[in-house]
Antibody, heavy 125, light 107 residues
Framework: VLLLQSGAEVKKPGASVKVSCQTSGYEFTNYFIHWVRQAPGQGPEWLGWVSPINGDTKYTQRVGGRVAMTRDTSTATAYLELNGLRSDDTAVYYC???????????????????WGKGTAVTVSS | DIRMTQSPPSLSASVGDRVTITCRASHNISPYLNWYHQRPGKAPTVLIY???ELQNGVPSRFSGSVSGADFILTITNLQPDDFGTYYCQSSFESPFTFGPGTTVDIK
């Protein structure tokens, strides 16, 4: 199982960036993709998820109005696009394959079992 | 949104030591809690899901438990490979918030 992410990007404030996450080694439509970013020296920040089946999405409110997560089932690739870039968007962006396991008593366990290597996005004037 | 806290922020321990890291959520999320380990410059890797379930392939020296409102990660017989930062993550509902991390330094 591999998640291959696109290369590093340098963008100016206000610009947009699109990061790709090409998957292989498993059935793409069986697993949700989560996106997580990590600013320099900071902990991970969960950004949202995209369903590989129907393209449904859920975003964190912190970037909700500026982000779009999409997928292309023909190439087993997920995408993250972030608009209106600001300096505090500078981070490494990770995609991750999510395991969903039925929990005893109802509900599901969700966790990322395979991560991409990350894409560094630098926002600087 | 659920907020996560961790303690201690950092610790230093010797090879062979037993280490415990605590995570607490602002709401009851039990048992929807994951633990990850991250080395500098690398992506995190999952250790524990469901508060106490060991991910396949993770050494048995790692264990997770719940005590009241606290989620606890225990590492017994600490190994040199265990340095890095440990993060908890709520998987109760979106957003799946991460804790601020605990950095483990090997003496």
């Amino acid at each position: 199982v591999l998640l291959l992410q696109s290369g590093a990007e340098v963008k100016k404030p206000g610009a947009s960036v699109k990061v790709s996450c090409q998957t292989s080694g498993y059935e793409f439509t069986n697993y949700f993709i989560h996106w997580v970013r990590q600013a320099p020296g900071q902990g991970p920040e969960w950004l949202g998820w995209v369903s590989p089946i129907n393209g449904d999405t859920k975003y964190t409110q912190r970037v909700g109005g500026r982000v779009a997560m999409t997928r292309d089932t023909s190439t087993a690739t997920a995408y993250l696009e972030l608009n209106g870039l600001r300096s505090d968007d500078t981070a490494v962006y990770y995609c991750g394959r999510v395991i969903s396991l039925a929990a005893p008593g109802g509900g599901y366990y969700y966790y990322i079992d395979v991560w991409g290597k990350g894409t560094a996005v630098t926002v600087s004037s | 949104d659920i907020r996560m806290t961790q303690s201690p922020p950092s610790l230093s321990a010797s090879v062979g030591d037993r280490v415990t890291i605590t995570c607490r959520a602002s709401h009851n999320i039990s048992p929807y809690l994951n633990w990850y380990h991250q080395r500098p410059g690398k992506a995190p890797t999952v250790l524990i899901y469901g508060a106490s379930e060991l991910q396949n392939g993770v050494p048995s020296r790692f264990s997770g438990s719940v005590s009241g409102a606290d989620f606890i990660l225990t590492i017994t017989n600490l190994q040199p490979d265990d340095f890095g930062t440990y993060y908890c993550q709520s998987s109760f509902e979106s957003p799946f918030t991460f804790g601020p991390g605990t950095t483990v330094d090997i003496k």
